[in-house]
């Protein structure tokens, strides 16, 4: 067993957070044996004053799009055309294989250490992703953009789910396979359903976009005749294992539709691309974790998404509790993805955590002494990539800035 000494920061399931200054986190076979204030041990690992915390969990990100983000901001539907589907494309064979484990590094760089990732189009890119998060060890779903409508490959609507059916193999408790239509107008109508019935049968979870721009939810209306959520409800899409992506331009009927699934917010992501502001408040309704949406945001910081959040709904006149934010951000994140062993630092946990350079995060001068609240504050608004000192998942260090620092 391995025994932890540090400052523990983490919520709990039953709700509230725990902040343990001089705290105790014993791990035995990479699963969390016990989390509390310190007490005395034989042997243990002292890493204070630095800040433990859960790994971060990405409930929205595309693989293949990492070598875009930062560049070419411009409507949402040029922007798949002329950067994105390109870029896709490419993502095969040994390309795959190269950038899935260079993407995993990044993200586990930044601290996140369970996701919901999105692959390219072709199956070899989805077993490249699948042995790159294995061999990290993290908690994922992982599935391909399932499209038949301006597809960057050749392929038919029953080839696409014949494919998706062969892929689901790869499916597992902690790396599910995700039936991921794209979004609305990727799909035929004949393609949704199908994904909607298989992901039934199979007992698969579901992600896909919703409501990210204006235009897009016009363009659905035109081709489907219906609500962007109508399409989704009629093709079986929408239930407890369904993962949305945005949900920006919604009406309360909408929203009421999708409060049984789970909401990935992307405010880097719609602030870069200029979509809108979701509604924070109206989504509580759902499981809502936060979502990088690498390539459109600018990089897999979940601690930058949550800062974004606190700005846009700020500045819409009513800002998340920064403590509701880190939740979001961790516990809440694993729970959208239904991964109850994940996204807190509690006994029967895969021991997946962080620890934040203390110096980094609060400055000096700072009183000795602060509240729960105060402290989330400073982690939120402080807290990046900079600030990541170690990341361990299932207890096994895999990322350290221990040496590097001065
Ligand atoms: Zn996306």
Redesign the pocket.
Known sequence: METYRAHIVTPHAAGGWADWVDGRLDVEGGVIRSAGPWRRAASYTDVRPHLMLPGLVDV?A?VPQLPVCGVHPENLLDWLQKWTFPLEARFRGARARTLSAGFIREMLGHGTTTAAL?TSAWPDSVQACFDAAREAGIHAWIGPPLMDVGAYRTVTTRGVLAETRRLARLDSSRLRFAVTPRFALSCTMELLTGAGDLARELELPVQT?IAEQRDECRAVRRRFHRSYVEVYKRAGLIGPHSLF?HAIWLTDREWKRLSVSAIAH?PT?NLFLNSGVMDWWRAQSARVGL?S?VG?GPDLSIFRVARAAWTVHMMAGAPPAAGDLLRAATLGGAQALGFDDAGSLEAGKSADFILLDAARVIPPGAPEVESTDDLLSRILHRAGHSSIYQVYVAGRLLVDNATHKC
């Open positions: 929205h595309h999105y976009h992506a992307c992501s979502g949406d459109a």
